[in-house]
């Protein structure tokens, strides 16, 4: 069977064009805010800008930015995954088991803790693509699940890689002299990440099927089996994230992660992804996590207690995800 193309009008050519220019202004925009913050605390504190608070704004960026863009696939698709918290634990507590329990070689453990993440993504596509569970309950279930795992598979004790020569180094260790490790494989990742969605397969079948699932299955792709192969693949992300954090502690924590998701999902939508899919961007949501980083940073040097560092970052997730519904009504 023959698959037509029905030819592109003008008007959808103008459409296309808009929605490139809005994405450009969002991005703009999310930038702009992080100058603004950026200067709003290097005024009210001179130790806010210093080189040092600078790396240190990076280096905490990591975790958050590294599971912010594997969200960031599954948000353009149209689902959401609030697994990535826990599942980051859980992966931390694997890496601990393959590496410090078992004995095996970094090189081998390592590569697991990660896979282990892509399989709880695969978990959750088969979920939600193939027994048709929504994202939310689907990755729910999971949050759950992996906070459990962690705790059981830990026996609810840190697993600590004192006796790991070189795991502390991937995270904290400096392959450029006061740049640490960890900034350089978000940057990494981040480059690979924007490649992907730009420039392959699985970035334009990620974009149609949250533009339209409809219409990209009529069309003859596989909604459902990529659908699977874009959560496995932001799972090992999480895997990823679960790594670094393990490695800059010094520890894999089973208690650590929750909230996470939360601040992931916020730099992924802050940066200008639309929760309702079809759109979305690395660098966006790279500002997305810097932005989150910096207010974390600068509310921490002004000695702004905890609980009210949740209640102005919360009305940042309503301030970002009401811009999304205004941008989306009038698109």
Known sequence: MTTVKAPVTERQRA??????????????L?????IVIYAFFSIVSPFF????????????TVVIGTLAIG???????????????????????????????????????VPLAILFGGLMGLVNGINVALLKIPPFIATLAMMLVAEGLALVLSHSTPIYFSDS??????????????VPNA????????????????????????YSIGSNEEATALSGIDVRKWKVGIYAFAGLFTGLAGVMISARLGSAQPATGMGYELQAIAAVVIGGTS????KGSIIGTLIGALIISVLNNGLQIMSIPQEWQNVILGCVILVAVYTDRIRKREA
Do not use: H, W
């Open 275 to 278: 929760l309702s899919g079809g």
């Open 49 to 60: 800008f210093s080189y040092g608070n600078f790396i240190a704004i990076l280096f905490s």
């Open 165 to 178: 020569p070189g795991y502390i180094e991937i995270s904290a260790g400096n392959l450029i002299p006061n």
């Open 15 to 28: 459409g296309g064009v808009t929605g490139a220019i809005r994405s450009r202004l969002q991005q703009l």
């Open 71 to 109: 969200t960031t696939f599954v948000i353009i698709t149209g689902g959401i995954d609030l697994s990535i918290g826990t599942g980051m634990a859980l992966c931390a507590v694997m890496s601990g088991v393959f590496i410090v329990n078992s004995g095996l070689p970094l090189g081998i453990g």
């Open 183 to 206: 900034v350089l494989i978000l940057a990494a990742i981040a480059i690979i990440a924007g490649v992907l969605l730009t420039k392959t397969v699985l970035g334009r079948y990620t």
């Open 30 to 34: 999310a930038f702009a805010s992080l």
